[in-house]
Antibody, heavy 120, light 110 residues
């Protein structure tokens, strides 16, 4: 059974940093693109970042470029999101999502999310 | 900046049929955008319904179907049930590793 379990969320002050983790199990982690998707309170879903299987390609939504870094450790079956210079508008539930294998691009499995609150 | 558009809200009667759409602020949606649809109830993670325009994800009832209607992607629910009351999001793949979510449609079944 595919499982994605996020951790690392919490309360952080504006300008602070936080590192999210996603522990993957039930599939060959190193064979899949992985993504972070977030949802601000009462708002819609927003794709944040993608990372290729070997970490050689990374893509970000414009609003987090230069502040967030996606990474992975295939030996540990783990995905990460390093978030620096956090702003109030980064407050959201952050979901780890697996991008389906192959040419067709979509998210086929989701974690339950971890809440990040940026506030003084 | 590309904006993916969805109806903010929609209402359907139990047993009725509803079609939600997913468009672009500029241009037409085609299969090359790999439209996908997700269902989300409050406090829960999204659930994948449809991918590659019209392929149902495993376990999704056949009352959910996807298509291209005119210049938009569409999600049709035929024979709506009370537990279909959810938020529905479409996603379009823009290339270069970038996916964009629509704003979501809040569906009410009453």
């Amino acid at each position: 059974e595919v499982q994605l379990v996020e951790s690392g969320g919490g309360l952080v002050q504006p300008g602070g940093s936080l590192r999210l983790s996603c522990a993957a199990s039930g599939f060959t982690f190193s064979s899949y693109w992985m993504s972070w998707v977030r949802q601000a309170p009462g708002k819609g879903l927003e794709w944040v970042a993608n990372i290729k299987q070997d970490g050689s390609e990374k893509y970000y939504v414009d609003s987090v470029k230069g502040r967030f870094t996606i990474s992975r450790d295939n030996a540990k079956n783990s995905l990460y999101l390093q978030m620096n210079s956090l702003r109030a508008e980064d407050t959201a539930v952050y979901y780890c999502a697996r991008r389906a294998f192959g040419v067709v691009v979509y998210f086929d499995y989701w974690g339950q999310g971890t809440l990040v609150t940026v506030s003084s | 900046q590309t904006v993916v558009t969805q109806e903010p809200s929609f209402s359907v009667s139990p047993g009725g049929t509803v079609t939600l759409t997913c468009g672009l602020s500029s241009g037409s949606v085609s299969t090359s955008y790999y439209p996908s649809w997700y269902q989300q109830t409050p406090g829960q993670a999204p659930r994948t319904l449809i991918y590659s325009t019209n392929t149902r994800s495993s376990g999704v009832p056949d009352r959910f179907s996807g298509s291209i209607l005119g210049n938009k992607a569409a999600l049709t629910i035929t024979g709506a049930q009370a537990d279909d009351e959810s938020d529905y999001y479409c996603v379009l793949y823009m290339g270069s590793g970038i996916s964009v979510f629509g704003g979501g449609t809040q569906l009410t079944v009453l």
